[in-house]
């Protein structure tokens, strides 16, 4: 995830896409239930003390993870697939202070994170990094649901007409995975991606931006929830996988200041005259965010300490 409006880069690699309402109840888990966890083998916290905007996330063949410039409520977020306001309590330096962590597993294993969001449940990575928050920063937490505004993905025509950007897809993405092959099916991709290509097999995400290959609309919601500042559940009632590009004008874009520099996303520059993203939804995929109620996980924070530098 690239917010280039903020000059903040966010890398998500072999981590859950998206923010997920999915993600495995804890009853007052402690640092000691962490050890039920599979975990890191060696893991080395420091805080950063730069000026650098610049985050990032990344899990790495081998069993590398790295987090660079990270404050811990992004490191909870993403163990436990939520979103900003689903994460209740904790002081402050949770969102202001920032972390370096690199941390191995043994196995070189981290898991599938696309296939584990698929199923409704963490990948190994990300319960690896809730056993790391839970030993090195005593993090103790425990589930709650309350009732909050969501929005419900719903059809937007009566005659379940699909909008023009939004196709079956044709690609097995469990085949291509059970297969250890990437993209298209051909050998793994040696690096990111290039600007503009859809990945076969996941969502790539930029503000204004969403490519999505082989992805179930279910997955598709709980991706958009970041943009749109709520929960988001799949009520279309279609299955199967889809293929699409989304495009629309970030809030940031359209209510910038007269005379402002023209922003730009991967170099590209974003028209400030485009649809909203709820526009964007309906026009492009035939399809509609409906704003509801309904219940909502939340993590509530018990407990949580500086970690001791090493």
């Not at 990032?56 to 409520?73: D, E, S, Y």
């Not at 969001?117 to 990575?125: A, L, T, V």
Request: hydrophobic content about 40%.
């Amino acid at each position: 995830m690239t917010n280039t409006l903020q000059s903040t880069t966010v890398s998500l690699i072999a981590m859950a896409i998206g923010s997920s309402i999915l993600y495995a109840g804890t009853t007052a888990q402690t640092p000691a239930s962490a050890q039920a966890l599979p975990q890191f083998e060696v893991a080395s916290i420091k805080p950063n003390k730069s000026d650098d905007g610049r985050v990032m996330i990344a899990a790495q063949p081998g069993g590398r993870f790295t987090a660079t410039n990270v404050p811990l409520k992004l490191l909870i977020r993403n163990a436990y697939q939520l979103q900003d306001f689903q994460i209740v309590g904790g002081p402050d330096w949770i969102s202001t202070e920032r972390f370096d962590i690199v941390a191995k597993a043994e196995t070189g294993d981290l898991g599938d994170p696309f296939r584990a969001e698929k199923q409704g449940e963490p990948s190994r990575g990300q319960l690896m990094l809730r056993a790391l928050l839970a030993e090195r920063f005593k993090l103790t937490v425990h589930d709650d649901n309350r009732e909050m505004p969501i929005f419900a993905l719903v059809l937007a025509r009566g005659d379940g007409k699909l909008g023009p950007q939004l196709h079956p897809s044709a690609t097995d993405c469990d085949a291509v995975r059970a297969a250890g092959r990437g993209r298209g099916g051909a050998a793994p991709p040696a690096g990111p991606l290039p600007p503009g290509e859809r990945p076969a097999c996941g969502i790539r995400l930029a503000p204004g931006n969403m490519s999505v290959g082989g992805s179930t609309l279910t997955q598709f919601a709980a991706s958009i929830g970041n943009f749109v500042g709520r929960i988001v559940v799949d009520r279309t009632g279609l299955s199967g996988a889809y293929d699409f590009d989304l495009k629309w004008t970030p809030d940031q874009v359209a209510n910038r200041p007269p005379g402002a520099p023209d922003p730009l996303i991967n170099g590209v520059p974003i028209d400030p005259n485009g649809p909203s993203i709820f526009t964007a939804v309906q026009e492009q995929l035939g399809l509609k965010l409906d704003s509801q109620k309904g219940p909502v996980k939340v993590l509530v924070i018990d407990r949580v300490e500086h970690p001791i530098e090493n």
